[in-house]
């Protein structure tokens, strides 16, 4: 499913038109990202939580130059769904 799909749906089953459908969600994505670049964690109950991951300074192999590499510490998005989620999924 794609962006235009979901809004088309949420649109269909709301009877709001899609250009305010499209506006709420590229705003919650625009929240979510915004605030996971501010250091915070975003926690939708019923669907999931969005986590930052700190990823400590660690070596690497360039393989085609047998070099070793200094990959530095970094941060990365994780996203953990819920129980209830996840019990819809399997």
Do not use: Q, W
């Amino acid at each position: 499913m794609t962006k235009a799909d979901l809004v088309k749906k949420i649109a269909e089953r709301t009877g709001v038109e899609r250009a305010a459908v499209l506006v709420t969600v590229e705003e919650l994505m625009n929240s979510i990202k915004s605030g996971m670049a501010n250091g915070e964690n975003v926690y939708l109950r019923g669907f999931g939580t969005f986590e930052i991951k700190h990823r400590a300074a660690k070596k690497g192999r360039n393989i085609s130059k047998n070099t070793s590499v200094l990959i530095p510490a970094h941060n990365i998005p994780k996203f953990k769904p819920s129980k209830e989620f996840l019990g819809m999924v399997e």
